[in-house]
């Protein structure tokens, strides 16, 4: 979720996820989907779930790009269209 909540866990929720994601993509540009998938396992449990909303919502914010050829995505910078 990304509304706040009074039982909100701060440290699973989307919006730390996506940050973690957006992180390595600017450091690497361009990293495969199970690999970006490997950087939440400090998450613990609810990795699954919020890999993929994170990914959801760097997509919508229009900062990243999906490969399907190799699988990867790629970091867009802000004010660049490719």
Not at 26 to 38: E, F, G, I, N, P
Not at 45 to 61: K, Q, S
């Amino acid at each position: 979720m990304i509304r706040p909540a009074k039982h909100l866990d701060l440290n699973s929720c989307v919006l730390r996820a996506a940050s973690i994601l957006l992180s390595k993509l600017q450091a690497t540009r361009v990293c495969k989907y199970s690999d970006l998938r490997a950087n939440l396992t400090v998450l613990g449990d609810d990795t699954d779930v919020t890999f993929v909303n994170a990914v959801h919502l760097l997509f919508l914010l229009g900062r990243v790009d999906y490969h399907p050829q190799t699988d990867s995505l790629e970091y867009i910078q802000p004010g660049k269209a490719s």
